[in-house]
């Protein structure tokens, strides 16, 4: 399920992680949110959102998560897209919401516009921060893809919903 107004956030990049997985970056108008209200459950067709600590590691090549990383960069304006999202319509992602964007400068105005990001769930555990998710997915913790990316924001971030 997804939340919007009156549009759709745009894909800025769109980049290959392998031969089956593609990344796609958003950036929106921040009085145009459109986001899942909670990480993507498994399909037939498309594995559970990463940021689940259910979801299967490995399902994404360590790459796709390199390409993503700058999506956790203090005053990032790149988002996290949902990966059950088409490129022609693309959400942010709920996980990412939830865990990586506390220091994500789109995400913060946003907030700031008017979007209503306590409708963000979730109803399972996810990954503290964008380089634990990564981590656990092969990335090497010192790769310099990682080094820019923040973990403390939630020391500061008021709650967005679900899991505090």
């Known amino acids: 399920m997804t939340s919007q107004g ?17 990344v ?10 459109a ?12 594995p559970a ?8 590691v ?6 796709a998560y390199r390409l993503s990383a700058r999506t956790a960069y203090e005053q990032s304006w790149h988002q996290f897209a949902c990966h059950q999202s088409e490129a022609a319509a693309p959400v942010v992602c ?9 220091d994500n400068m789109a ?6 516009a008017g979007a209503d990001l306590s409708k963000v769930r979730s109803e399972v555990a996810l990954y503290d921060s964008y380089r634990e998710m990564a981590e656990a997915n092969g990335v090497d913790p010192e790769d310099p893809a990682l080094q820019p990316c ?10 967005l919903g679900g899991e505090a």
């Open 6 to 22: 009156p549009g759709r956030p745009h894909v800025i990049e769109e980049r290959t992680a392998d031969r089956r997985h593609r």
């Open 24 to 33: 796609l970056t958003v950036g929106q108008d921040n009085r145009r949110a």
């Open 35 to 46: 986001f899942r209200r909670s990480p993507c459950e498994a399909r037939v067709d498309l």
């Open 49 to 56: 959102c990463p940021w689940r600590r259910d979801a299967e």
């Open 58 to 63: 490995g399902e994404y090549p360590a790459e």
């Open 94 to 102: 709920a996980g990412f919401l939830l865990r990586g964007a506390g």
């Open 107 to 112: 995400v913060r105005m946003t907030q700031r």
């Open 150 to 159: 923040r973990g403390d924001w939630y020391e500061w971030l008021p709650p």
